[in-house]
T-cell receptor, first 111, second 114 residues
Framework: SQQGEEDPQALSIQEGENATMNCSYK?????LQWYRQNSGRGLVHLIL?????REKHSGRLRVTLDTSKKSSSLLITASRAADTASYFC???????????FGGGTRLMVKP | DSGVTQTPKHLITATGQRVTLRCSPR?????VYWYQQSLDQGLQFLIQ???????AKGNILERFSAQQFPDLHSELNLSSLELGDSALYFC?????????????FGEGSWLTVV
């Protein structure tokens, strides 16, 4: 099935460092969304990148999309303790905008 | 705040019982999605509605059902509950059903079956 697979599964860094999370998917897509989830909370939408965009920025976030490699990456620069969360990429499963989720990357930012 | 409202936030019930989870989508959003998140299964898509009609079905059990009402709010009904149904249930909404529409999630309803 079409679901994003995040790598690494877990990442621990110090505050101020950059965090990079990768996502791979299986079939062609025309967009991909990234989400953050704090423990036990709802998913917060971070960014949507379309297939005609190679890179997109939002504050300290930078997302890339390589459709030829079926991969995407999320970079968080100058990380903060508040960035500690799980991060999910979500490619659409079908034209109906159904999203599928992998296991996510659990990011811990140590103060 | 995503604008998606879910009630109740927490629910504890016994096996065999039936519960209803309610969702109010963001203002103007026509599409509603239900997801289940558990430790062993991760985030699983259950069902999608668009303007009152079912659009897509995922891993939804026959004991579960949902509907979207004319005012666009949605309910997820879970019956004959089992211990394994304990999970966080999310509702999400988007303006349209076509791919590329940002999907916004609510805070979820924690269901514990004892």
């Amino acid at each position: 099935s079409q679901q994003g697979e995040e790598d690494p599964q877990a990442l621990s860094i110090q505050e101020g460092e950059n965090a990079t999370m990768n996502c791979s998917y299986k079939t062609s897509i025309n967009n991909l969304q990234w989400y953050r989830q704090n423990s036990g909370r709802g998913l917060v939408h971070l960014i949507l990148i379309r297939s005609n965009e190679r890179e997109k920025h939002s504050g300290r976030l930078r997302v890339t999309l390589d459709t030829s490699k079926k991969s995407s990456s999320l970079l968080i620069t100058a990380s903060r303790a508040a960035d500690t969360a799980s991060y999910f990429c979500a490619p659409p499963y079908n034209a109906g905008n159904m999203l599928t989720f992998g296991g996510g990357t659990r990011l811990m930012v140590k103060p | 705040d995503s604008g998606v409202t879910q009630t109740p936030k927490h629910l504890i019930t016994a096996t065999g019982q039936r519960v209803t989870l309610r969702c109010s989508p963001r203002s103007g959003d026509l599409s509603v999605y239900w997801y289940q998140q558990s430790l062993d299964q991760g985030l699983q898509f259950l069902i999608q509605y668009y303007n009152g009609e079912e659009r897509a079905k995922g891993n939804i059990l026959e004991r579960f059902s949902a509907q979207q009402f004319p005012d666009l709010h949605s309910e997820l009904n879970l019956s004959s509950l089992e211990l394994g149904d304990s999970a966080l249930y999310f509702c999400a909404s988007s303006a349209r059903t076509a791919t590329g529409n940002t999907i916004y999630f609510g805070e979820g309803s924690w269901l514990t079956v004892v």
